[in-house]
């Protein structure tokens, strides 16, 4: 079984701090992703990558930064966290072979910034 | 601009009954298509999957249909159970990594 994990579940921040969001995957995919889930918008990508220290702008990088230096792990940064960024995370990895185009998902991080 | 439209935030059945949920889709070149099943609370776990070059999927309760001249896919859930009931969201992609997804529909399955 495939597993994802996300560091936390629910986490709460200022405006202003640096926010780290960490996501593990241990079935050794080479893709893995960071989503955002709001209401009536759906999910919608933020970074991905594929393969060590590679990365991928998604539609809405803005104020987001990745980081990726172990195949397993994928870090997904906010620099200065404001309100806007409120919303849950979900972080997902799938393989990069083309039999097989599933995305596996974590558990999502609800994020509030105050 | 949404490139993938799930127009019916909700949508209740009956136990026993049929489910249809729709989702249409503005570029041409999409040609992997997955739908998703998502439980408040946790993430979005793959429920089917379909390529262009097919118009018809099946997985024991669930089929998807492909329409591509309408740019359109459905997912049947057949008969729909009360544990059906969650957030179904369809995925759309050309490159077969980065998936472009729809905005979800709420199911409810009534007993």
């Known amino acids: 079984d495939v597993k994802v994990t996300q560091s936390s579940r629910y986490l709460v921040k200022r405006t202003g701090e640096k926010v780290f969001l960490e996501c593990v995957q241990d079935m050794d995919h080479e893709n893995m992703f960071w989503y955002r889930q709001d209401p009536g918008l759906g999910l919608r990508l933020i970074y991905f990558s594929y393969d060590v220290k590679m990365k991928e702008k998604g539609d809405i990088p803005e104020g987001y930064s990745v980081s990726r230096e172990k195949k397993e792990r994928f870090s997904l940064i906010l620099e200065s966290a404001s309100t806007n960024q409120t919303s849950m995370y979900l972080c997902?990895?799938?393989?990069?072979?083309?039999?097989?185009?599933?995305?596996?998902f974590g558990p999502g991080t609800r994020l509030t910034v105050t | 601009d949404q490139q993938v439209k799930q127009n019916s935030p909700s949508l209740s059945v009956q136990e026993g009954r049929i489910s249809i949920l729709n989702c249409d889709y503005t570029?041409?070149?999409?040609?992997?298509f997955l739908w998703y099943k998502k439980y408040p609370a946790e993430g979005p776990t793959f429920l089917i999957s379909?390529?262009?070059?097919?118009d018809k999927n099946e997985d024991g309760r669930f089929t998807v249909f492909l329409n591509k001249s309408a740019k359109h896919l459905s997912l049947h859930i057949v008969p729909s159970q009360p544990g059906d009931s969650a957030v179904y969201f369809c995925?759309?992609?050309?490159?077969?990594?980065?998936?472009?997804f729809g905005t979800g529909t709420s199911l409810t399955v009534i007993p």
């Open positions: 570029n041409s070149m999409f040609d992997y």
């Open positions: 997902a990895s799938s393989l990069l072979q083309h039999s097989s185009y599933e995305q596996y």
């Open positions: 379909i390529s262009s070059i097919k």
């Open positions: 995925a759309a992609s050309f490159t077969g990594n980065q998936f472009y």
